[in-house]
């Protein structure tokens, strides 16, 4: 079945340092590809997605390349701020999996000043 | 952008108590809408698919009467975790598609925190 594979965290950097969070997947068919961030106490927001090979999303910075090659998505920012403090999920949606979204277990993001 | 809206947000009840827990899509009609538990610094759990107007599917392990999901209108899934016990506590959170389709990202309520005393 499909699956996908984050880092583990927490991941901690100073402010303006440069992030990687690595994601891999695994699926049947030609996923798309997703990042979402989770504040404290709050819900999932979409951050970015990318649907087909080589496509890259991107949103306040962060970035991610569809990679099928290597079945990544790796999600990067060249400068972090403290406010970027969260939880990251990579996630993927794939006809094989009826569409139904598998989330990684997510990568914990915390920025000192 | 799409909105979700999860009510309430917070709950502390005793034990035996049967909770609600309302998902409701603001300004788009939710075709598909997800129910996932989440544990402390933990993945998100998916509990049940359902769709409108038709049974819920729920994941292997997840008791069917002991989570309601009832999604009786394009705009509105609730979730009623029946009698419920100390071991229930935990973030639930809910989210919403228009359609089903490979490119179609999900759109999250901002949760429910569940305490059952």
């Known amino acids: 079945g499909d699956s996908v594979t984050q880092m583990e965290g927490p991941v901690t950097l100073s402010e303006e340092a440069f992030l990687t969070i690595n994601c891999t997947y695994t699926?049947?068919?030609?996923?798309?590809l997703f990042w979402y961030v989770q504040y404290p106490g709050e819900g999932l927001q979409l951050l970015l997605k990318a649907t087909k090979a080589d496509d890259k999303g991107s949103n306040k910075g962060f970035e991610a390349t569809y990679r099928k090659e290597t079945t990544s998505f790796h999600l990067e920012k060249g400068s972090v701020q403290v406010s970027d403090s969260a939880v990251y999920f990579c996630?993927?949606?794939?006809?094989?999996?009826?569409?139904?979204?598998?989330f990684g277990r997510g990568t914990s993001l915390i920025v000192h000043p | 952008g799409a909105v979700v809206s999860q009510h309430p947000s917070w709950v502390i009840c005793k034990s035996g108590t049967s909770v609600k827990i309302e998902c409701r899509s603001l300004d788009f009609q939710a075709t598909t809408m997800f129910w996932y538990r989440q544990f402390p610094k933990q993945s998100l759990m998916l509990m049940a698919t359902?769709?409108?107007?038709?049974?819920?599917?729920?994941e292997q392990g997840v008791e069917k009467d002991k989570f309601l999901i009832n999604h009786a209108s394009l705009t509105l899934s609730t979730l009623t975790v029946t009698s419920a016990h100390p071991e229930d506590s935990s973030f639930y959170i809910c989210?919403?598609?228009?359609?089903?389709?490979?490119?179609?990202?999900?759109?999250f309520g901002d949760g429910t925190r569940l305490s059952i005393l």
């Open positions: 989210s919403a598609i228009h359609l089903m389709g490979s490119n179609q990202p999900q759109h």
């Open positions: 996630a993927l949606s794939d006809e094989g999996g009826s569409y139904i979204p598998t």
């Open positions: 699926a049947t068919g030609y996923p798309s």
């Open positions: 359902s769709n409108e107007g038709s049974k819920a599917t729920y």
